[in-house]
């Protein structure tokens, strides 16, 4: 199934940051609002990649364009040096009103939180399939992707443009949409900002007919996992949804499911396959 672009960028605006302050990292937080009425919504053209990261990336571009004082000066500008790709400027903005000029890093990440792994709370925060995690995303923003802006070569792309890079102010714009054990509740976090809690997660043999045979469910494509689960219309047993994903565990991938209630109430869970 798929879904309308203006169900695609609501879905993308609702997704929290991930820290509720700005004393949680080095870095200011970039906010964007988190609600639009309908008849506000822009014509929103269609995004060319597939990626859900890319895809997230150009509806911040449109976000920016329709509802702020901002201008896009860049996007996903390579810096090369010497025919090597040294890393990427997500956005470069400027305010009109104020005249600032403003470096966003974007990200968007579906994170599960799992108490066995790491010691602090950014360790317990992983990918679905344990391929990354908060704290080394961070580490890498600090120590790699926000320092790209100083390296000689992204200098000259920014004088290019008649950008002075000292008057250029850094900010992390960072959606998470975090999933927490069944039992656990959001009130637990301690640093993570709990409205961004999405759902929970269970493992692949706890998802027996037993505990979730009543309701219906439906496995989005990665690239819609933001929509929310009211906008679907296709649902399906349990019995069916069972061997839907059961390719994706057997190939170590952790579906997100929409959960409809027989109440009509909805619900998202990651169903892991380790």
């Known amino acids: 199934m798929e879904f309308t672009l203006a169900d695609q960028f609501k ?13 949680i990292f ?63 400027i997500d956005f470069l903005l400027k305010d009109t009103a104020s005249e600032e000029i403003f470096h966003i890093e974007l990200v968007f990440k579906f994170y599960i939180y799992d108490p066995d792994t790491g010691i602090s709370e950014k360790d317990h925060l992983i990918g679905p399939n344990k391929r990354d995690n908060l704290n080394r995303k961070l580490e890498r923003l600090q120590k790699r992707q926000f320092p790209l802006l100083f390296q000689e070569a992204a200098k000259n792309v920014l004088q290019a443009k008649g950008i002075d890079v000292q008057r250029v102010v850094q900010k992390m714009c960072f959606k998470a949409s975090i999933f927490l054990p069944k039992k656990m509740r959001a009130s637990a976090l301690r640093n993570i900002n709990p409205e961004c809690v999405a759902g929970f997660w269970i493992k692949a043999s706890e998802f027996t007919f037993e505990d979730y045979g ?19 219309h296709s649902w399906y047993s349990f019995e069916e949804i069972k061997v839907q994903i059961a390719p994706l565990l057997s190939e170590k991938f952790s579906p997100l499911l929409w959960m409809k209630t027989p109440k009509g109430s909805y619900q998202r869970l990651f169903v892991v396959w380790w």
Not at 11 to 23: D, K, M, Q, V, Y
Not at 61 to 82: D, G, K, R
């Open 11 to 23: 879905g993308f605006l609702r997704t929290s940051e991930i820290f509720a302050e700005n004393a």
């Open 26 to 88: 080095d870095y200011p937080l970039y906010r964007t609002l988190k609600v639009i009425s309908e008849e506000k919504l822009p014509e929103i053209p269609e995004p060319q990649a597939r990626v859900l990261g890319k895809r997230m990336e150009h509806f911040f571009a449109c976000y920016v364009s329709h509802f702020t004082s901002e201008e896009i000066l860049l996007q996903n500008q390579q810096i090369i040096q010497e025919k090597e790709t040294l890393g990427e």
């Open 214 to 232: 009543q309701n219906t469910f439906f496995s989005p494509k990665k690239k819609f996992w933001p929509v929310l689960p009211g906008q679907n």
